[in-house]
């Protein structure tokens, strides 16, 4: 199931409005309903935010999602900050993104949580060239078009490479692009780098021989969040379907780093991608679950205030009033037992 075009239009008015008034933090978590009962949870129907080779095809891949005792609506997105957009407009309940597209959406007011959190290789964040580029290293970007999408967790890690190595974004030439647009233009050589993350950084590795300028060491925290709408986390039905369903998601991320083989067929065959190019994403080292702990918040507001800095955001964020812990014990208990 697509992502809607009215609906979507709306989500975006109410991030542009919210972006312009310089938000500072959000309402913080909401009150944890009570359990339901198994004959009302089979009545919810989980709106799940999926992004290419993400959440859904892990779950098929490690059995995750047989016998869930509700249903579950899924929608694609192009990357997170539409998705948490969505979220954030009431069109979906939960969905993953990475380490960015909470931040934006932070600062925007937005009516989201993050509620589980994983790491993953930070190697496969990478800004790209084009095999026959003669751009050496991160300093030679300056003055030079670097396609990004915007909020996305390659913004923050651009962000990040390009202050390591004493150059700003407005040293350089951002092109705000989607993967997709972002990939053509790659190959065409209307960019000359490209920020991004798996699987497409494989993909032009593998199709367009892409070779990597800098990657996310040093650049990039690894963190992708399981991110709720605050709506849903406030009704009990839908609230008991999302502490099952990222409890699923923990085990199915343990099950995928011993079964990486299996999980690289069911990637490709859930999103179209070549299996070469799954492989070689999944053998990288995908989403390992962690505690959604003070480590974590004290990192993401490092990046936060970065993009604060820059005047990338129009305000201060306090990532701490977006994070809500509710699920902790039940992850805690899932990490240990896979």
């Not at 989500?11 to 339901?36: Q, T």
């Not at 032009?204 to 650049?219: F, H, M, N």
């Not at 080292?285 to 990046?303: M, T």
Request: aromatic share 6%.
């Amino acid at each position: 199931m697509q992502w809607r075009n009215g609906i979507a239009l709306v989500a975006a008015a109410f991030v542009l409005a919210g972006c312009g008034s310089g938000a500072s933090s959000g309402s913080g978590p909401a009150a944890v309903p009570g359990p339901v009962s198994a004959a009302d949870l089979a009545k919810v129907t989980l709106r799940v935010g999926d992004q290419k080779g993400g959440v859904k095809s892990l779950l098929t891949a490690a059995g995750q999602l047989d016998g869930t005792p509700y249903k579950i609506e899924w929608s694609t997105f192009t990357s997170g900050p539409p998705l948490l957009e969505a979220a954030s407009a009431g069109a979906i309940d939960i969905g993953r993104v990475g380490n960015t597209p909470p931040i934006f959406a932070a600062a925007a007011k937005a009516k989201i949580a993050v509620v589980s959190v994983a790491r993953s290789n930070v190697e496969r964040e990478a800004i790209l060239v084009p095999p026959d580029s003669p751009l050496a290293d991160v300093a030679s970007l300056k003055g030079k078009t670097v396609g990004v999408a915007k909020g996305s967790s390659a913004h923050g890690q651009l962000l990040n490479t390009l202050h390591r190595n004493g150059l700003s974004t407005k040293d350089i030439k951002v092109s705000f692009l989607q993967p997709a647009e972002a990939y053509a233009a790659f190959t065409q050589h209307t960019i000359d780098a490209w920020a991004i993350w798996d699987p497409y950084t494989a993909q032009a590795q593998i199709e367009a021989k892409a070779r990597v300028l800098a990657d996310g060491r040093g650049a990039s925290n690894g963190l992708a969040f399981e991110t709720a709408s605050t709506a849903a986390l406030a009704d009990p039905g839908r609230n008991s379907a999302i502490r099952d369903f990222v409890i699923r998601v923990v085990k199915a991320q343990k099950w995928a780093d011993t079964h990486r083989p299996e999980w690289a067929a069911a990637w490709a065959k859930e999103t179209g991608l070549k299996l070469e190019v799954a492989r070689k994403a999944v053998d990288a080292g995908r989403d390992q679950p962690i505690p959604l702990d003070d480590s974590v918040i004290q990192s993401e507001q490092q990046l936060a205030d970065a993009f604060t800095d820059e005047k990338t955001l129009p305000g201060k964020v306090d990532f701490a009033a977006f994070a809500d812990r509710r699920f902790a014990s039940d992850l805690d208990q899932a990490r240990s037992n896979g």
